[in-house]
């Protein structure tokens, strides 16, 4: 890891998704014991509390499909601007909320990154790829525009703000999917981006797939954003998202890519997205998001504590 303050701030956004709910993500995951599992591991962990949105504005888009525009105007605001700041006082790790709020943290952090003269790179865990414009998008959902915004994507221009440090596409790297829209994929391919599907996890595993990101990262001495939706896992582990999408990441895969993250020293930032817990049973879900994030920061498999249900 690039810190050892772990800086943890909560984005209870709810108003990309399709269904309510995420706005209690944040609490979930503090009851879960996040701050506890990072404290364990010998970080020193700042818990800002939950950012607020900026102040609503009036927009428009002749995409009558659209919801919540103002409202995710607001969130990507106030959420660039603390993640700028808390970038370069130690690991933000951003409390979601649903996965606009990777709009907002990713622009921010991107943009300290530049301002420092470093790479920027982006893994994406995750079902879908998010990677739909304000035009493309039927759902109107806008959970599933985040990655296309921050990598300057058209589409955008003259309603949201603007990207000032857009991520370079090709630094961006999708594993997991299995719910990607036609419109996303032909934007995914036109700008370069690395994605890797399930069938790939399951033809190769997701360590060689994982590796050759991580070597590239590496290799350009480049800081690492990881955005971890819940739908990334099998929603027979995982069933607290609104978004379920059957055959996910297994608790090894998951737990495996964790640890190999950790093991690259790379990771700078980390996005804890899509948690529902009004769909959750027993909080299994807060928890074992809770238990990948410890691994991410270096938690062993000898140290992890069994738990029954």
Same mark, same amino acid.
């Given at each position: 890891?690039?810190?050892?303050?772990?800086?943890?701030?909560?984005?209870?956004?709810?108003?990309?998704?399709?269904?309510?709910?995420?706005?209690?993500?944040?609490?979930?995951?503090?009851?879960?014991?996040?701050?506890?599992?990072?404290?364990?591991?010998?970080?020193?962990?700042?818990?800002?509390?939950?950012?607020?949105?900026?102040?609503?504005?009036?927009?428009?888009?002749?995409?009558?499909?659209?919801?919540?525009?103002?409202?995710?105007?607001?969130?990507?605001?106030?959420?660039?601007?603390?993640?700028?700041?808390?970038?370069?006082?130690?690991?933000?790790?951003?409390?979601?909320?649903?996965?606009?709020?990777?709009?907002?943290?990713?622009?921010?952090?991107?943009?300290?990154?530049?301002?420092?003269?470093?790479?920027?790179?982006?893994?994406?865990?995750?079902?879908?790829?998010?990677?739909?414009?304000?035009?493309?998008?039927?759902?109107?959902?806008?959970?599933?525009?985040?990655?296309?915004?921050?990598?300057?994507?058209?589409?955008?221009?003259?309603?949201?703000?603007?990207?000032?440090?857009?991520?370079?596409?090709?630094?961006?790297?999708?594993? !997991?999917?299995?719910?990607?829209?036609?419109?996303?994929?032909?934007?995914?391919?036109?700008?370069?981006?690395?994605?890797?599907?399930?069938?790939?996890?399951?033809?190769?595993?997701?360590?060689?797939?994982?590796?050759?990101?991580?070597?590239?990262?590496?290799?350009?001495?480049?800081?690492?954003?990881?955005?971890?939706?819940?739908?990334?896992?099998?929603?027979?582990?995982?069933?607290?998202?609104?978004?379920?999408?059957?055959?996910?990441?297994?608790?090894?895969?998951?737990?495996?890519?964790?640890?190999?993250?950790?093991?690259?020293?790379?990771?700078?930032?980390?996005?804890?997205?899509?948690?529902?817990?009004?769909?959750?049973?027993?909080?299994?879900?807060?928890?074992?998001?809770?238990?990948?994030?410890?691994?991410?920061? !270096?938690?062993?498999?000898?140290?992890?504590?069994?738990?029954?249900?």
């Amino acid at each position: 890891m690039t810190t050892e303050r772990c800086i943890l701030i909560g984005a209870p956004t709810q108003d990309g998704a399709g269904r309510l709910g995420c706005d209690m993500g944040p609490s979930a995951y503090r009851t879960a014991g996040l701050r506890e599992a990072l404290a364990d591991l010998g970080f020193v962990v700042e818990d800002r509390g939950n950012v607020s949105p900026a102040p609503l504005r009036d927009l428009s888009h002749p995409n009558p499909a659209l919801r919540n525009l103002s409202a995710y105007d607001a969130w990507i605001r106030a959420l660039t601007d603390a993640a700028e700041e808390a970038g370069g006082d130690g690991m933000p790790i951003f409390l979601g909320g649903d996965h606009s709020l990777s709009a907002g943290s990713i622009a921010g952090l991107a943009r300290r990154a530049r301002r420092e003269g470093r790479a920027f790179f982006v893994l994406w865990l995750d079902a879908h790829a998010d990677f739909h414009s304000l035009e493309t998008t039927t759902s109107g959902n806008l959970h599933g525009t985040p990655l296309a915004y921050v990598t300057g994507r058209s589409g955008f221009d003259g309603v949201l703000p603007p990207v000032e440090a857009p991520v370079q596409p090709e630094n961006v790297c999708l594993i !997991g999917l299995r719910s990607v829209d036609p419109a996303e994929r032909a934007a995914m391919a036109a700008a370069g981006v690395v994605a890797h599907d399930m069938r790939a996890i399951d033809e190769v595993g997701i360590a060689p797939l994982l590796r050759g990101f991580l070597e590239r990262v590496e290799a350009a001495d480049g800081l690492l954003h990881v955005s971890l939706d819940v739908d990334f896992l099998d929603p027979d582990i995982a069933p607290a998202v609104g978004t379920t999408v059957p055959g996910g990441a297994t608790f090894r895969e998951a737990h495996l890519a964790m640890e190999m993250l950790h093991d690259s020293g790379r990771v700078s930032s980390l996005d804890l997205v899509e948690l529902n817990p009004f769909l959750d049973e027993r909080g299994r879900t807060a928890l074992l998001m809770v238990d990948l994030a410890a691994s991410l920061m !270096g938690r062993k498999i000898l140290d992890r504590p069994t738990r029954s249900f």
